[in-house]
């Protein structure tokens, strides 16, 4: 026995245009609705039918206010109905064609439903055009295009406006138990992926539907206190930061900015009390958080809200610049992690360039995260890099990173629109959102080649080079220039791991044996 597979409409319900029905009418037009199903089939949906409308008559429900609740009450119900089987109420299956016509009569028109949406129907069909255009897999977009139908479903049998969807109702869709009249491989939820499948499914759809101005935006940012604003403004107007500064100072600013009360009140007690609580939360961070809270108050003087004397009542942060050593890894460590990259998938020929990047040039994973197919000069063989200083900076392009460079983008780089060098190789093609993912592809690399006891992150690789530039005779001048430091002091550090040039100028100490 085959389901039936009727087309399901989502938009605005179409008026019923014939006199007013009645039981057998709309049992009748219901199963003439069933286009393509087979005879049994469709008189079990009839059948479905006959028994529901029976019962609400004989509970007094008219047809027009029909809902889930409804059904429910239907299901549940000890069955007396004359010429009915009382046994099948209670069947899931049963019921699931009883939902089935209450969807045909809000197709109708016989049942009211939120209609704030036009054409749904041709928004569902732009939006598996849309997944097409963004590279998804068949599988991908069946799978997308599936659960923006069921939450479609959903919304309309909860009976709520599209224009009132928030998150919140995302988040029941993901954990509802579904009796929606869609067809479903399974109504019930396997582990922790069903909700989480639901609810991205459901996010994709109505972040769709808001960039095609279907729906109005989301409220993307929740209420921020004016003073905050005004000192992300002054930060970018008097003090030059970048995007990722501001983020930066404005998140520390919201940990404690509570705790200062008005800027009328503020004083040196207070500060320190924050000052101090922060630096034991952050001991390493100590000097940024430090120069964050110094940086607020400032703001604070310049507009005259509080004493200008309070720039100097921070507590003195002792910070040895020389106290430790730079974390890096020997020649023959770099070279075996490049050549355990290998470069069978689209993933590791883009982690192979990126790993080449850090370890040859020293870029820092913000530079990667920047880079840009026109930051590539193959003519002169140069790279354009714009550092944290934001001007920009050309080194030289070698020619093992060149080359697994032009590796990336024959082979494994999609081929859209982006300007970004560094793509995500699964659709939607992306850049990445930050420099922390270059920092999460080393980690990555490093768990594929079963490499251990070597430093983490991709600033290693800036050390490690600067290390076995001074060891092979450079300069600090050249490995300044080669890492773009603003101050040879920067450059310095670097000094302390020369171990067989500091044994030249080690002098004996005093007392012991020549």
């Given at each position: 026995?085959?389901?039936?597979?009727?087309?399901?409409?989502?938009?605005?319900?179409?008026?019923?245009?014939?006199?007013?029905?009645?039981?057998?009418?709309?049992?009748?037009?219901?199963?003439?609705?069933?286009?393509?199903?087979?005879?049994?089939?469709?008189?079990?949906?009839?059948?479905?039918?006959?028994?529901?409308?029976?019962?609400?008559?004989?509970?007094?429900?008219?047809?027009?206010?029909?809902?889930?609740?409804?059904?429910?009450?239907?299901?549940?119900?000890?069955?007396?109905?004359?010429?009915?089987?009382?046994?099948?109420?209670?069947?899931?299956?049963?019921?699931?064609?009883?939902?089935?016509?209450?969807?045909?009569?809000?197709?109708?028109?016989?049942?009211?439903?939120?209609?704030?949406?036009?054409?749904?129907?041709?928004?569902?069909?732009?939006?598996?055009?849309?997944?097409?255009?963004?590279?998804?897999?068949?599988?991908?977009?069946?799978?997308?295009?599936?659960?923006?139908?069921h939450f479609a479903a959903w919304v309309r049998v909860s009976r709520l406006r599209w224009q009132d969807v928030t998150d919140k109702h995302v988040a029941l869709y993901a954990g509802h138990s579904c009796r929606c009249p869609v067809y479903r491989k399974r109504g019930t939820l396997i582990g922790h992926h069903g909700p989480l499948r639901r609810?991205?499914?459901?996010?994709?759809?109505?972040?769709?539907?808001?960039?095609?101005?279907?729906?109005?935006?989301?409220?993307?940012?929740?209420?921020?206190?004016?003073?905050?604003?005004?000192?992300?403004?002054?930060?970018?107007?008097?003090?030059?930061?970048?995007?990722?500064?501001?983020?930066?100072?404005?998140?520390?600013?919201?940990?404690?900015?509570?705790?200062?009360?008005?800027?009328?009140?503020?004083?040196?007690?207070?500060?320190?009390?924050?000052?101090?609580?922060?630096?034991?939360?952050?001991?390493?961070?100590?000097?940024?958080?430090?120069?964050?809270?110094?940086?607020?108050?400032?703001?604070?003087?310049?507009?005259?809200?509080?004493?200008?004397?309070?720039?100097?009542?921070?507590?003195?942060?002792?910070?040895?610049?020389?106290?430790?050593?730079?974390?890096?890894?020997?020649?023959?460590?770099?070279?075996?992690?490049?050549?355990?990259?290998?470069?069978?998938?689209?993933?590791?020929?883009?982690?192979?360039?990126?790993?080449?990047?850090?370890?040859?040039?020293?870029?820092?994973?913000?530079?990667?995260?920047?880079?840009?197919?026109?930051?590539?000069?193959?003519?002169?063989?140069?790279?354009?890099?714009?550092?944290?200083?934001?001007?920009?900076?050309?080194?030289?392009?070698?020619?093992?990173?060149?080359?697994?460079?032009?590796?990336?983008?024959?082979?494994?780089?999609?081929?859209?629109?982006?300007?970004?060098?560094?793509?995500?190789?699964?659709?939607?093609?992306?850049?990445?959102?930050?420099?922390?993912?270059?920092?999460?592809?080393?980690?990555?690399?490093?768990?594929?080649?079963?490499?251990?006891?070597?430093?983490?992150?991709?600033?290693?690789?800036?050390?490690?080079?600067?290390?076995?530039?001074?060891?092979?005779?450079?300069?600090?001048?050249?490995?300044?220039?080669?890492l773009r430091h603003r101050s040879p002091a920067t450059t310095a550090i670097y000094a302390k791991v020369d171990v067989p040039m500091l044994l030249k100028v080690a002098q004996d100490w005093p007392g012991d044996a020549a």
């Amino acid at each position: 026995m085959t389901s039936p597979k009727t087309v399901v409409s989502y938009g605005r319900p179409k008026p019923w245009t014939g006199d007013t029905p009645t039981p057998d009418t709309l049992s009748t037009a219901f199963h003439s609705s069933l286009l393509g199903t087979a005879a049994v089939a469709a008189g079990l949906y009839k059948t479905a039918a006959r028994h529901f409308l029976y019962w609400i008559d004989q509970q007094g429900i008219a047809v027009s206010i029909v809902d889930d609740a409804v059904v429910r009450r239907f299901e549940k119900h000890r069955c007396r109905c004359r010429g009915f089987s009382r046994h099948e109420p209670n069947r899931p299956k049963f019921t699931s064609k009883v939902r089935r016509f209450v969807r045909f009569l809000e197709d109708r028109g016989m049942v009211a439903v939120p209609d704030d949406i036009d054409h749904l129907d041709t928004a569902l069909a732009d939006y598996a055009t849309f997944l097409v255009q963004e590279h998804y897999s068949a599988a991908s977009i069946k799978s997308y295009r599936s659960e923006a139908a069921h939450f479609a479903a959903w919304v309309r049998v909860s009976r709520l406006r599209w224009q009132d969807v928030t998150d919140k109702h995302v988040a029941l869709y993901a954990g509802h138990s579904c009796r929606c009249p869609v067809y479903r491989k399974r109504g019930t939820l396997i582990g922790h992926h069903g909700p989480l499948r639901r609810s991205k499914g459901a996010r994709r759809f109505l972040g769709f539907l808001r960039d095609r101005q279907i729906l109005p935006q989301a409220e993307s940012q929740p209420y921020e206190d004016e003073d905050l604003t005004a000192y992300k403004a002054w930060l970018k107007a008097h003090c030059g930061s970048s995007a990722a500064t501001i983020r930066r100072y404005s998140d520390e600013v919201k940990r404690w900015y509570l705790l200062l009360g008005p800027p009328s009140d503020l004083d040196a007690a207070t500060i320190r009390r924050i000052v101090s609580h922060r630096i034991t939360e952050v001991p390493g961070s100590a000097p940024t958080v430090a120069g964050i809270i110094r940086s607020y108050v400032r703001f604070l003087v310049s507009r005259g809200e509080c004493d200008a004397a309070l720039q100097h009542a921070f507590p003195p942060i002792r910070r040895y610049r020389l106290g430790t050593l730079p974390r890096y890894m020997d020649e023959a460590t770099v070279e075996g992690i490049i050549a355990s990259c290998k470069t069978d998938t689209a993933v590791e020929i883009r982690d192979k360039a990126i790993i080449l990047l850090l370890a040859r040039l020293g870029l820092r994973a913000g530079d990667i995260w920047q880079l840009r197919l026109a930051d590539i000069d193959w003519n002169e063989g140069c790279l354009r890099v714009c550092g944290k200083s934001r001007r920009p900076d050309r080194l030289p392009l070698p020619q093992d990173v060149g080359d697994a460079i032009l590796d990336y983008i024959e082979r494994a780089r999609p081929p859209i629109d982006e300007e970004r060098l560094f793509v995500r190789v699964q659709p939607p093609f992306r850049p990445f959102n930050s420099s922390a993912e270059i920092a999460g592809i080393v980690a990555r690399v490093f768990h594929r080649g079963a490499i251990e006891g070597v430093p983490t992150g991709a600033h290693a690789f800036r050390h490690s080079l600067a290390t076995r530039m001074l060891r092979a005779g450079a300069g600090l001048e050249s490995v300044g220039t080669i890492l773009r430091h603003r101050s040879p002091a920067t450059t310095a550090i670097y000094a302390k791991v020369d171990v067989p040039m500091l044994l030249k100028v080690a002098q004996d100490w005093p007392g012991d044996a020549a």
